[in-house]
């Protein structure tokens, strides 16, 4: 029986793998909040990992704040760069793999395809820079690892775009929302189903990989697909808008290439449009 560890587990990408880790009874999950497991302490680390032997470490712990990154910038780079550091040290130590998420941030958005991940990263903002940190710190220290850069992230748990336009139809309130940014909404249930079958095929095929749903869309084209299939699209007022006021700059390009991730583990991927027309139905 595999023994893992996740991170983060009251987080929006850690909930959903507590969701998810029922269809399988095979592997023991222990699943730590922030608290329990700081990925900036690596002491703590440690005393769990002598404690239990983990197999594979999910690592969902992450600075996610864009903006806020811009004015605490050493908080971010704590965790997303320290800590990841700190957890790959430790996987290392034990002979533990790790899987480990980062974003479509790593980009500067001047594409007009998308990302394969040998594109040169050139971050615009301080989230995005310490993810790609974090992302180098892990790979000059382990080498079984996952790293899944993502875009987008939403489901039905934590703080996301997907429940706040929810939450703006229940208030029947007006919704401006910009058409300035095209990326691709990823449903993070999908993300930790694929982590999941991975994990249990046994494969070694460690690296960096692009994951989000297929397609690609304004925020306006989400906001506008969350309207209609939650059959809301004529009783909410639904405006375009170029005035995005935000403190950290944003690519206005992000969506990522999957080829890599969908030859080598020959997964299906569903558009981002049928995986959220799921979620809502559910």
């Excluded at 990841?84 to 007009?112: M, P, Q, R, W």
């Excluded at 249930?189 to 494969?203: E, H, M, Q, R, Y």
């Excluded at 004529?234 to 950290?248: E, G, M, P």
């Amino acid at each position: 029986m595999k023994n893992i560890l996740v991170t983060g587990a009251k987080g929006q990408l850690g909930t959903c793998f507590k969701m998810g880790s029922g269809n399988y009874p095979d592997f023991n999950f222990d699943f730590k909040s922030s608290s329990e497991a700081d990925i900036t302490n690596k002491p703590q680390l440690k005393e769990l990992f002598s404690e239990i032997k983990y197999d594979w470490v999910i690592n969902c712990a992450a600075y996610t704040n864009v903006d806020k990154a811009e004015s605490d910038r050493e908080k971010a780079f704590e965790i997303n760069t320290k800590g990841a550091k700190n957890i790959a040290e430790v996987c290392n130590e034990n002979k533990a793999k790790l899987v480990h998420f980062s974003t479509d941030y790593v980009f500067d958005g001047k594409a007009e395809e998308p990302y394969k991940e040998s594109d040169p990263t050139n971050p615009i903002n301080v989230y995005g820079l310490s993810k790609f940190k974090g992302e180098q710190a892990i790979t000059e220290v382990l080498k079984g690892h996952y790293i899944f850069r993502t875009s987008w992230l939403y489901s039905e748990f934590g703080h996301n775009f997907y429940k706040t336009i929810l939450r703006k139809i229940s208030e029947k309130a007006d919704l401006n929302i910009i058409t300035s940014q095209v990326g691709t909404p990823t449903n993070a249930n999908d993300l930790t189903d694929l982590v999941l079958k991975i994990i249990a095929s046994g494969k070694k095929d460690f690296g960096l990989y692009h994951f989000s749903n297929l397609g690609a869309a304004t925020w306006y084209d989400f906001a506008k697909a969350i309207l209609e299939f939650s059959r809301n699209l004529h009783t909410t007022q639904l405006h375009k808008s170029n005035d995005f006021r935000s403190i950290a700059n944003r690519p206005a390009y992000s969506v990522l290439d999957k080829t890599k991730v969908q030859q080598i583990f020959s997964t299906p991927i569903l558009h981002w449009k049928e995986s959220l027309k799921g979620l809502i139905n559910t």
